[in-house]
């Protein structure tokens, strides 16, 4: 059986935690900033763990996470 590949963009994209979940920074901080409000930035920020339905996909397309 040959190994697994990892997808690359997901690997650039989501960190394991200790505990084996999923950590992902939020979308839509990239560009038309200047509509955002400064709370709304500053919360983009922050790193989330994913979502439940999504982690099960996620941790089979990073098989070495």
Do not use: Q
């Not at 059986?1 to 839509?28: D, E, H, I, Q, W």
């Amino acid at each position: 059986m040959p190994k697994m590949k990892t997808n690359r963009s997901a690997a650039k994209r989501f960190k394991v935690t200790g505990t084996g979940k999923l950590k992902r920074n939020k979308a839509y901080k990239s560009h038309i900033l200047t509509k955002k409000s400064a709370k709304r930035k500053r919360n983009l920020r922050k790193s989330i763990i994913t979502d439940k339905t999504n982690e099960k996909v996620m941790k089979k397309i990073l098989p070495y996470r």
